[in-house]
């Protein structure tokens, strides 16, 4: 079993500093709650691109090259889509 430290030595390997993984998050988070359609989003569509902010971050800070990232954003995407069109 892996120890915490070695997961996170790890996954600074593709996420990039933590610290600066956050603050391009809540950058990113910030504008988008200042936009007049913020409101006008689901609960789901908020918390989708509140996860697509948060893996664009770890792109940007980390890894681009680290295919999961890529994955996941098409992944939240999708959750929204299949939503919208079961109503």
Same mark, same amino acid.
């Not at 500093?17 to 709650?33: G, H, I, P």
């Not at 409101?39 to 090259?65: F, T, Y």
């Given at each position: 079993?892996?120890? &915490? ?47 697509? &902010? ?25 959750? &929204? ?7």
């Amino acid at each position: 079993m892996a120890t &915490v430290t070695a997961t996170l030595k790890q996954r600074g390997k593709t996420h990039g500093k933590f610290s600066d993984t956050a603050n391009a998050e809540q950058e990113l988070r910030d504008w988008l709650r200042e936009q007049e359609g913020w409101e006008q989003l689901s609960a789901s569509q908020r918390c989708a691109l509140d996860m697509i &902010v948060h893996k664009m971050a770890r792109i940007m800070c980390g890894n681009p090259n680290f295919a999961d990232h890529w994955h996941d954003i098409q992944g939240y995407a999708q959750l &929204v889509e299949q939503e919208l069109e079961d109503n």
